[in-house]
């Protein structure tokens, strides 16, 4: 089946600093990936949606210039947590929709835990 | 708007013994309905899914699930459950805009 990676799988860093979590689709193009946040013993919340090329779509709520995402090519889609605080301490997951795949079905990042000291 | 409920945060069931996780959907036009599993502090693993065709849909590690459509459901559904079945289960959903939404969870837990 198809492979997206995930990296890094666990960071900690210091209260203002910034985290770039990648995601890669390794054996097929991606048009689209999502990225998830979740918190423990609850479901995905849908972040943003990036396109390759173009700007991504946000979802209320959620802060663009806090959750920078950059889609740049068919198998990279990055997200940057930008003066991170410990409130966005959090489990990241990324996800990929191939080109094509118009059923809706998503393959996952093994995810990113994030912790903001 | 499209949704998904699982109305059971938890459910317990014995080794060996059948298990139902259920989930029910809304969604306008034609539902895709997919089942994920998410072992703990990794991403989600894709189950299997409903597109069109017999309602009856077997997946991986002996998974199946129902499509009712006059019952708007997915259950998930498995004959003799494992200790190693116990993860967290994702119902979703899409419609006409292919963002899937997701359910809260179903922790299952099986007990040797």
Known sequence: GAVVSQHPSRVICKSGTSVKIECRSLDFQATTMFWYRQFPKQSLMLMATSNEGSKATYEQGVEKDKFLINHASLTLSTLTVTSAHPEDSSFYICSAKSRGGDTGELFFGEGSRLTVL | ?112
């Open chain 2, 1 to 112: 708007a499209q949704s998904v409920a699982q109305p059971e945060d938890q459910v317990n069931v014995a080794e060996g013994n059948p298990l139902t996780v259920k989930c029910t959907y809304s969604v306008s036009g034609n539902p895709y309905l997919f089942w994920y599993v998410q072992y703990p502090n990794r991403g989600l693993q894709f189950l299997l899914k409903y597109i069109t065709g017999d309602n009856l849909v077997k997946g991986s590690y002996g998974f199946e699930a129902e499509f009712n459509k006059s019952q708007t459901s997915f259950h998930l559904k498995k004959p003799s459950a494992l200790v190693s079945d116990s993860a967290l289960y994702f119902c979703a959903v899409t419609g006409g805009s292919y963002i899937p939404t997701f359910g809260r969870g179903t922790s299952l837990i099986v007990h040797p």
